[in-house]
T-cell receptor, first 114, second 114 residues
Framework: EPEVTQTPSHQVTQMGQEVILRCVPI?????FYWYRQILGQKVEFLVS????????KSEIFDDQFSVERPDGSNFTLKIRSTKLEDSAMYFC????????????FGPGTRLTVT | AQSVAQPEDQVNVAEGNPLTVKCTYS??????LFWYVQYPNRGLQFLLK??????LVKGSYGFEAEFNKSQTSFHLKKPSALVSDSALYFC????????????FGDGTTLTVKP
């Protein structure tokens, strides 16, 4: 069964550094999402993306965040200048057209900012 | 705006006993409801969903959930709990708009004791 994959599984970075988290959505999916889960807390929506544009973003998704689909398969989340509070698990998800609600989640990338 | 409430932070049951993890939701249109399970240091695993049709939906690992429109609830149930069911459970609601973002509850930690 097709799966969403994410790399790396764990990323450690120093405060102020830029990080790029990568996701490969399911191949026929057209809608892409990033969610964040701070350790021990609930999963929070960050952004949705369709047709090379952001569809919706939360208040968490400020100017230090950006998303991109650089080629036909990858979907990336960039954090320009990481802060300690960016330490979290980041989940990518994707869905097919017409079934936006049915999102398939990747295994997550644990980001640790030191 | 959509929201999800999981009123219990923690649920404790004895192995072999039935379990219920509660979830109530608020959404303006038709609700699309999901349950996910998360084991320590792991990603989100999809358990089951309600989109339309029968109010009782069956999912993975023997879990089921009942959609109750009048009570706006979607409680997760299992007739006989296993120690291996111990994990963090999230209820989520989504909509079928272009954004399609999922809103998660705070999570309920289920502990099944032998």
């Amino acid at each position: 069964e097709p799966e969403v994959t994410q790399t790396p599984s764990h990323q450690v970075t120093q405060m102020g550094q830029e990080v790029i988290l990568r996701c490969v959505p399911i191949s026929n999916h057209l809608y892409f999402y990033w969610y964040r889960q701070i350790l021990g807390q609930k999963v929070e929506f960050l952004v949705s993306f369709y047709n090379n544009e952001i569809s919706e973003k939360s208040e968490i998704f400020d100017d230090q965040f950006s998303v991109e689909r650089p080629d036909g398969s990858n979907f990336t989340l960039k954090i320009r200048s990481t802060k300690l509070e960016d330490s979290a698990m980041y989940f990518c998800a994707s869905s097919v057209a017409g079934k936006f609600y049915e999102q398939y989640f990747g295994p997550g990338t644990r980001l640790t900012v030191t | 705006a959509q929201s999800v409430a999981q009123p219990e932070d923690q649920v404790n049951v004895a192995e072999g006993n039935p379990l219920t993890v509660k979830c109530t939701y608020s959404v303006s249109g038709n609700p699309y409801l999901f349950w996910y399970v998360q084991y320590p240091n792991r990603g989100l695993q999809f358990l089951l969903k309600y989109i339309t049709g029968d109010n009782l939906v069956k999912g993975s690992y023997g879990f089921e959930a009942e959609f109750n429109k009048s009570q706006t609830s979607f409680h997760l149930k299992k007739p006989s709990a296993l120690v291996s069911d111990s994990a963090l459970y999230f209820c989520a609601v989504s909509d079928n708009t272009n954004a399609g973002k999922s809103t998660f509850g705070d999570g309920t930690t289920l502990t099944v004791k032998p």
